[in-house]
C-alpha cells in the first residue's frame, strides 16, 4: 500500500480510538441496564445519539466547550426551560433573561 492510503486508515482508525475515548468518559457503559443482547444495543445506540446530538450542538454554538463540559452542562439542564443554545453562547446572559413558564393552562390530577 502507498504511504498516503496507509495515512488515511490510521486518520480513521484514530477517529474511532477518539470515539471509543468520549463513550468511556461521558456515557454510562460500564454496567448494563439489562441482560439481553437487545437491551445492550439500545443502551448503546442510546449513547451513539446521545454522542451524535451533543455534537451538533457543539457545531451550532460558537464559544468552544470541551465535550466533557458541554455534556455535563446538556446534562444538567435536560429538564429545565432554559434555551440550551442561548446558555451555551452566554450563561450569565441567559439566566439573567430567564422566565420560568406559566402554568395557567396546566392541568390539576386531582380536583381541588
Same mark, same amino acid.
Not at 466547550?65 to 451555551?88: C, D, E, G
Not at 402554568?103 to 386531582?110: A, I, V
Given at each position: 500500500?502507498?504511504?498516503?492510503? =496507509?495515512?488515511?486508515?490510521?486518520?480513521?482508525?484514530?477517529? =474511532?480510538?477518539?470515539?471509543?475515548?468520549?463513550?468511556?468518559?461521558?456515557?454510562?457503559?460500564?454496567?448494563?441496564?439489562? *441482560?439481553?443482547?437487545?437491551?445492550?444495543?439500545?443502551?448503546?445506540?442510546? @449513547?451513539? =445519539?446521545? *454522542?451524535?446530538?451533543?455534537?451538533?450542538?457543539?457545531?451550532?454554538?460558537?464559544?468552544?466547550?470541551?465535550?466533557?463540559?458541554?455534556?455535563?452542562? =446538556?446534562?444538567?439542564?435536560?429538564?429545565?426551560?432554559?434555551?440550551?443554545?442561548?446558555?451555551?453562547? @452566554?450563561?450569565?446572559? @441567559?439566566?439573567?433573561?430567564?422566565?420560568?413558564?406559566?402554568?395557567?393552562?396546566?392541568?390539576?390530577?386531582?380536583?381541588?
Amino acid at each position: 500500500m502507498s504511504p498516503i492510503t =496507509i495515512a488515511l486508515i490510521y486518520k480513521k482508525r484514530w477517529q =474511532i480510538e477518539c470515539l471509543f475515548k468520549r463513550f468511556k468518559q461521558n456515557y454510562p457503559l460500564k454496567y448494563f441496564l439489562g *441482560d439481553s443482547q437487545n437491551a445492550i444495543k439500545i443502551q448503546i445506540w442510546c @449513547a451513539l =445519539i446521545t *454522542d451524535l446530538l451533543i455534537k451538533i450542538v457543539k457545531n451550532q454554538i460558537k464559544r468552544k466547550w470541551s465535550f466533557s463540559n458541554l455534556a455535563s452542562i =446538556i446534562r444538567l439542564h435536560l429538564m429545565t426551560y432554559i434555551n440550551i443554545l442561548k446558555f451555551l453562547e @452566554a450563561p450569565e446572559k @441567559a439566566l439573567l433573561n430567564y422566565m420560568p413558564p406559566e402554568y395557567e393552562h396546566q392541568l390539576t390530577l386531582f380536583p381541588t
